[in-house]
């Protein structure tokens, strides 16, 4: 579904709250301050590709805060990332805090408080991403926050031009296409994240990362195996299967469910993506699971839905 909103037609009394309501609808409840409020203008093209979204705004300068009673621990939290094009913007969250420049991309996460701002008239690139698909894709996506990544050159460019290819053509393409090529981009854009030295700024220790990233490397190889467990993947690491439990305490998923987490996302996109011929039990198998009972029983307890309901869906 394609949108847009403009102030340019309302009053100039009436502005701040329509634009309150359009961003909370695209993205998620936040309290706006507004700099200049009596020259307040905003744009926003929208584009909604379930579980995805896709925005760009163009707004005078306006400061945006995620407040505590905005969150509800109940609902599966998003991860923004925000492309920058006319000017700098500013993302603070217990604490820490990154500016990043037209030319860069940062990451940010919605279930904590936080603050993001730009002072002068800017637009920007925003892509809302669920954090139960991102989390599959990158066990710890808070590594990547409070770092401005490069998106001139190497895999920050592909995966920027990539993205304005999609952004291009997604009014030409149905929700099944659509949904199919963001998935295709947050692959690109966690490649592009992990492969920038940068990105390894985070509490972790070297050797502890070292360790992290080994093991997410060796489960996504072997994802498909049936017998993948924390013992194999703990041998095949060279490390034992309590320090590998270790690596993952305190997180969302243990190793167990990340790597059930990893083969649920890849069959659900599998079904959803369709014209491939195969069965439900084929798809279940090509992701490790044995049992079919189970893989369904598994899957509408992720998803809320059964696999043949996915399939029609």
Known sequence: MHSCHQTSL???QERQDYWRGVIG?????LALHFTEQQRFYGQLWRWDVAPFGISFLSTSPTCYRRLKQHINRHEDHHFLITLPERH???????RRSVRCRPGGFILERSDKPY??????DNSLWVVRVPGSLLRARLRLPERYLFSEFDRSQGLGAVFFDYFRSITNQVACL???QAALLMRQLIELFALAVEGDPRAIASDDSGLRQVHLQRVEQYIREHIREPGLNPEQVAAAC?????YLHKLFQGQEFSVGQWIRELRLQGAEADIRR???GRTL?????KWGFNDQAHFCRSFKTRFGITPKAARRG
């Open 274 to 276: 369709g014209g491939s």
């Open 115 to 120: 603050e993001f701002e730009y002072g002068q």
């Open 238 to 242: 060279g490390i034992s299967t309590r």
């Open 281 to 285: 039990a084929d798809i279940a198998y």
């Open 88 to 94: 700098e913007v500013h993302f603070s969250q217990e």
């Open 25 to 29: 609808s695209t993205y998620f409840d």
């Open 174 to 176: 149905d929700d099944r």
């Open 10 to 12: 309302l009053p100039v």
